[in-house]
Every structure is written in C-alpha cells, then in structure tokens.
C-alpha cells in the first residue's frame, strides 16, 4: 500500500566507463532485495536532485562525481511507495570504488545487460539508455 499517495523524488545515476554501465545489487534486506538499480536515492528536503546524486554516489560508493545533465525521467508505483525516478548523466571523478549500501556492484556490457534483474524503476531507463544508444 503506497503510504498517502506521496510521490518521492529519488536519483539516479548514469555512469559509463569503457563502453560499460556502472550498476548496483540492493541488499537482502531492501524491500527490492538482490534487484539491480542504477544507483541513486532519495531527495532530501531543501536539496536538488543533482547535490543529492552527488552526496548519495559518495554515501554509498565513496566515489566522487560530476553531475553532466538530466537523461531521463520515469514514474513508478510500487507497492510500498510511489517514486519518480530522476536520472542524469554523471562523469566519476575518481579511481576507487566501495560498496557501504550493496550487496554487488557491476559494470554491465551491451552483451550481458539483460541477463540482470533490475528493479521495475529502472527498466524503462535501461530501455532508453539502449535507444539512445547511450553506452552501448
């Protein structure tokens, strides 16, 4: 049951390195437990979608970005909660990668994208990263 029909604003990242697009496994005990998601979070209150990607890349992986521009936009409703999913283009500034909020990360190719499970937010931006032929 979505909690007082409230959309929640949540970010998420497009990252590309080498002709591959960087990913995230939620943790066993998320409500969208083992799914895959390009990484992100909520919008805190008083902050903009692009300080949020900013601080929630560097909660959860440590790394630093750079937001470039907004790719896309996509609405979901799921059972517990109804977000809009914010999605931009962003360049790692840095070399090291750790996981304080996953239980995986990845760097998916053209030839093993669909052989992850990623959460229903994130399909239709998988979808258009390949349209646009974003990273691929």
Not at 23 to 29: E, L, S, T
Request: hydrophobic share 40%; charged share 30%.
């Amino acid at each position: 049951m979505i909690e007082n029909n409230k959309t929640i604003d949540v970010t998420a990242a497009i990252l590309v390195q080498d002709g591959k697009l960087f990913i995230a496994q939620r943790p066993a005990n998320d409500p969208l437990a083992k799914k895959w998601e390009l990484p992100g979070g909520k919008v805190r209150p008083g902050e903009t979608p692009e300080e949020c990607l900013q601080r929630e890349i560097y909660e959860e992986f440590g790394m630093a970005i750079t937001v470039q521009e907004l790719f896309a936009e996509n609405t979901h409703n799921y059972d517990h909660i109804s977000i809009r999913l914010i999605a931009y283009i962003v360049r790692w500034e840095g070399k090291e990668i750790k996981t304080y909020a996953h239980d995986a990360i990845s760097w998916a190719s053209e030839e093993d994208i669909d052989s992850y499970d990623f959460a229903p937010a994130d399909i239709p931006l998988i979808n258009e990263i390949r349209r646009k032929n974003l990273v691929f």
